[in-house]
C-alpha cells in the first residue's frame, strides 16, 4: 500500500493506493500516529479513490484516529471517492455512522 500525506493548516489529508489489510494496517497506524499525537491536526481527510480493498485491520485503523482526534473538531475524520465495494463494507459495518463519506 502506498500512503501519500500531506498537512494543510489543521487538515491531514491522506492519498491511499492499493490494499488496505493487514499486512499494510500497522504501516498506517504508525504514519498516523506520528501526526495525530502532537495535536495540530483537527480535521483528517481520507482519499480512497485508488483504494482497492479493507480489511477489519484497516477498519480497526480508521477507528483508532477517529478516537485520537480531538471531541470538539470542526471535519472529524471524512473519506472521499469511496468505491461501491468498500462503500458495502462500510455499511455493513456501520462505519457509515461513525465517519462522514463524501
Given at each position: 500500500?502506498?500512503?501519500?500525506?500531506?498537512?494543510?493548516g489543521?487538515?491531514?489529508?491522506?492519498?491511499?493506493?492499493?490494499?488496505?489489510?493487514?499486512?499494510?494496517?500497522?504501516?498506517l497506524?504508525k504514519?498516523?500516529?506520528?501526526?495525530?499525537?502532537?495535536?495540530?491536526?483537527?480535521?483528517?481527510?481520507?482519499?480512497?479513490?485508488n483504494?482497492?480493498?479493507?480489511?477489519?485491520?484497516?477498519?480497526?485503523?480508521?477507528?483508532?484516529?477517529?478516537?485520537?482526534?480531538?471531541?470538539?473538531?470542526?471535519?472529524?475524520?471524512?473519506?472521499?471517492?469511496?468505491?461501491?465495494?468498500?462503500?458495502?463494507?462500510?455499511?455493513?459495518?456501520?462505519?457509515?455512522?461513525?465517519?462522514?463519506?463524501?
Open positions: 500500500m502506498k500512503i501519500d500525506k500531506s498537512q494543510e489543521d487538515t491531514l489529508n491522506v492519498k491511499l493506493t492499493g490494499r488496505l489489510d493487514t499486512n499494510t494496517a500497522p504501516k497506524e504514519e498516523l500516529e506520528s501526526v495525530l499525537v502532537g495535536g495540530s491536526v483537527n480535521n483528517l481527510s481520507f482519499d480512497f479513490k483504494l482497492e480493498y479493507i480489511s477489519s485491520a484497516g477498519l480497526r485503523v480508521l477507528l483508532s484516529a477517529k478516537k485520537k482526534m480531538p471531541e470538539d473538531s470542526p471535519g472529524g475524520v471524512r473519506v472521499k471517492n469511496v468505491s461501491s465495494n468498500i462503500k458495502e463494507v462500510f455499511d455493513v459495518t456501520g462505519f457509515t455512522d461513525i465517519l462522514t463519506l463524501e
